[in-house]
């Protein structure tokens, strides 16, 4: 899928009757990176999850290029072509990086992992591990890239090393 712009419109959200973001605006064109920076407890991982749906919303609006997802479920934003990488990592801990990778393949051939070792040739290397955290922080990036992605996001440490 090609790169889509992300616009994120007069936003506020938080946890039950918690708001932790408030009127927040931005855009991001189609292949631009924006970094949210800010101390802990400032609101960017609440932001990702709430780009992602998983949390309140109580006002604003989120666009995915023309289609509008404000109101829709997370899996229905991934399938828009929004990937989401937590912080958590989500992988199966106790499963190897190929096998990790393999569950994220859905109904594609097994032959599609290649595009994923392109990308990280390291995570091939280590395809038969467990990994450190640094493997599991590439795998998890390997598995949202391998749904391809329109729109991105997640903690930058997961790029790091």
């Known amino acids: 899928m090609p790169a889509t712009p992300l616009e994120v419109d007069n936003l506020s959200a938080g946890y039950g009757p918690t708001r932790v973001l408030e009127s927040v605006s931005f855009s991001v064109s189609a292949g631009q990176r924006l970094a949210v920076l800010g101390r802990n407890g400032m609101g960017k991982t609440t932001l990702l999850a709430t780009l992602a749906g998983q949390t309140k919303r109580y006002d604003g609006r989120i666009r995915i290029g023309e289609t509008d997802v404000t109101g829709i479920s997370s899996a229905l934003r991934a399938r828009t072509g929004l990937g989401y990488v937590p912080q958590t990592r989500c992988i199966f801990p106790t499963l190897t990086v190929e096998e990790n990778l393999f569950v994220g393949l859905k109904d594609r051939p097994k032959s599609d992992l290649q595009d994923a070792y392109a990308m990280f040739p390291r995570l091939f290397e ?26 991105s996001f997640g903690p930058v440490a997961r790029r790091a090393a």
């Open 126 to 151: 280590r395809k038969g591990n467990l990994g450190s955290a640094t493997v599991r922080w590439r795998t998890a990036d390997a598995l949202d890239r391998e749904n391809d992605p329109r729109t």
